[in-house]
């Protein structure tokens, strides 16, 4: 069984120069594959909503739907760093709010760390959630809980108003004590600066390959998510064309009589069906 990191090695690894790999998870089994690929860390996205539950984005997905979610891929993956999600309005009400539902991934789904969305805005909420005993890992640039204010899933600090304001963002959130940052859909050039200015680990997920490691959403990876295709993702493998040709061919099996075959099914016991055939002549 490998060793999980803890919040020192990721620090190590941030001037060792060795990246640190990462996907989201949001079920046992997928879980289960991402330790033994050997994953650093997991993330429980509130992007679920979208990946198996069929919401147009994040903002209808609850607590409790992120903490059942957590305590899955926790049991698939009890070797690997675990990040819980917290969705939105779990921890934008006030301080107390937000820690007591960031310990629920603590205490239901012995989660390793909790991430949150936000730059100078949240940073009350991310000093109360560390003061608390917690990891937090802060996330700017283009954060889905807000995207009706970004005017939608659009690129982030693209202007040097817009580049300064996330810079400022990060150095606040590195201050109020947050132990590592996800930058999302930032210019490379701007992830580089950010990642040089903080001495925590700042991570990428579509801002490019100068961060301290790189975030991808699992079913983009695989092919599984349909809906849209984000610029900075690159499918490894096409298991929704896959998945959706292996239930053709099951259903073309059934409605043909070729399935279950002989080998797909179970005998009686020798001698017990004549016995039955007896019974039910008498």
């Not at 001037?15 to 994953?39: C, H, L, N, P």
């Not at 949150?116 to 996330?139: F, N, T, W, Y």
Request: glycine letters at 10%; a neutral charge.
């Amino acid at each position: 069984m490998k060793k999980k990191l803890t919040r020192f090695d990721l620090q190590k690894l941030k001037g060792s120069g060795e990246k640190i790999v990462w996907v989201t998870s949001y079920d046992y089994w997928t879980a289960q594959f991402a330790e033994q690929a050997g994953m650093d860390m997991i993330l429980v996205g509130d992007s679920l909503g979208m990946c198996v539950y069929g919401y147009e984005g994040t903002i209808p997905v609850t607590m409790d739907q992120c903490i059942w979610h957590s305590e899955a891929v926790r049991r698939g993956a009890p070797s690997t760093f675990v990040i819980g999600d917290m969705p939105f309005l779990s921890y934008q009400v006030n301080c107390d709010e937000a820690v007591r539902n960031a310990g629920r991934f603590f205490k239901e789904a012995r989660a390793d760390a909790i991430k949150l969305e936000g730059g100078r805005r949240v940073c009350p909420q991310i000093k109360a959630i560390a003061d608390g005993g917690m990891l937090v890992m802060g996330h700017i640039g283009l954060t889905p809980q807000s995207s009706g204010q970004l005017g939608g899933f659009k690129a982030q600090g693209r202007t040097i108003e817009t580049a300064l304001e996330l810079i400022e963002d990060a150095k606040a959130i590195q201050k109020a004590g947050a132990f590592s940052l996800l930058v999302e859909a930032v210019p490379p050039e701007v992830c580089k600066i950010i990642r040089d200015e903080l001495t925590i680990p700042v991570y990428s997920i579509g801002a490019g390959i100068n961060a301290d490691g790189q975030l991808m959403i699992v079913s983009d990876l695989l092919g599984i998510f349909q809906a849209f295709t984000a610029k900075f993702v690159k499918k490894y493998a096409n298991l929704g064309e896959e998945t959706l040709k292996a239930l053709r061919a099951y259903a073309d099996d059934v409605r043909a009589g070729q399935f279950p075959e002989a080998q797909h099914t179970y005998n009686m016991v020798d001698g017990e069906l004549p016995k039955l055939m007896a019974v039910l002549k008498k």
